[in-house]
């Protein structure tokens, strides 16, 4: 009872008269075995604390299922922390500049792009401020904005002050699959997520917390254009801000993101579909849409956030489990086997990149393809043969020693 009251004042901002005062224990909001919980803010009146993943204005809630629970189990970025600990300073440069170069490749590629050397230099510079310690604030969002696009008129001086749409290939209003909250509310909504985005100290998995502001931003949609880069910044800038990570180094999360791109869709449809069945569209014609929203906007405050928060963390794993680590190994078997080859035949530095990163991403072996591109360049096939004895040479004594 004591919660219902809280609850009712909180949502009718008016408090409630002629009942007696609450006593006893504090009861928490959320129960915390059933829920994911944030910190502790109590209120006297009711004896309720207040222990929501943001606040009484703003609280998506993530239920504290399962699969959830053994990720965190996982103690993701403490294996990433040990895991880069054990790099040398030359293999955690390479680490630093794949990982960066991946995940610039990675967020284009989910949005079905092939990134413009303009557009990569610009995404690249954006990754270059998650390490960063700026607090996050409308002028902070729209600096990285200008830099996550690169026509000069989809650059933004403000958050949005209009309304936009998300739109598939169909004609009209069908075509309509997702519409942000009205202008009106969106500050006030940004100006939330900000404030948890910037309580860094809540004591919120930083994970946890990434994909919350990550997904909570690009459902606001405070820009015309460039809210998916920047939001899968954004999460890479709250993973960041809790300094468990090297400087400079990101998780590749886009590269495992586009390996489960329709499970991606499928979270992001989790919000946007009941939030697009509130607003009624009528096409004008074939560019406007008049959009009038029918329903309560408290849908854009509080949300279900758990398939959200569990692809955030699967993600991260798989970044760091499959991506990272497999690079990394990549890299150190790259070097040991270009050495072993370069001291036993001659051969140019081009060429002899080529020729084994065509081995080891061939099960070891040169791929015929490969052979006649060295063929051509004038390489005789003995010379071939050779480097292909040191590569089989070299890795059969790396898998028993590794």
Known sequence: MRQICYL?????????????????AYSPLFDPEKFVTGPSHRNARWRVDFNGLGSPS??????HTPEIQALLDKNILGSASQFIAGLDKTALDRA????????????????????TSS???????LLARANAPERMTEDY????????VSNPLDKAVQFRSGQNWLRNALPGALGVTYLPPEPSLMMSLMDEIMTLANNTK??????????????????????MDGNGRLARFL????????????????????????????????????????????????AIDDVRVDAVFKGDPEIYRYWDATDCVAFGLQMASEALERDLRDESVFLHRFDLVYKAVNDAVDMNNNDLVLLVRSCLQNEGKLSINR????????HPAGLLAQAQQVVTATLEYLNVHS
């Not at 703003?58 to 239920?63: E, F, I």
């Not at 630093?96 to 990134?115: H, K, R, Y």
């Not at 557009?119 to 510079?125: C, D, I, P, R, Y």
């Not at 969002?141 to 996550?148: I, K, M, P």
């Open 235 to 282: 999460f890479h800038k709250l993973v960041c801000s809790h300094g468990v990570l090297p400087n400079g180094l990101v998780l590749p999360v886009s590269v495992a993101m586009k390996r489960h791109e329709e499970r991606y869709l499928y979270v992001l449809q989790t919000f946007s579909k009941p939030a697009r069945a509130l607003w009624q569209v009528t």
């Open 8 to 24: 009712w004042e909180l949502t009718n901002g008016q408090p409630l008269e002629g009942l007696p005062a609450a006593a006893g």
């Open 141 to 148: 969002l729209v600096a990285l904005q200008n830099l996550a």
């Open 202 to 223: 809540s004591g919120i998995d930083p994970l946890i917390l990434g994909s919350l502001v990550s997904f909570g931003f690009v459902f606001a949609h405070p820009f």
């Open 58 to 63: 703003y609280c998506p809630t993530v239920r």
């Open 96 to 115: 630093v500049q794949w990982a960066d170069l991946s995940e610039t490749q990675g967020s284009f590629v989910i949005e079905n792009e092939l990134p």
């Open 371 to 378: 052979q006649k591109q060295l063929t051509a360049n004038g």
């Open 119 to 125: 557009k990569a230099e610009a995404f690249a510079a």
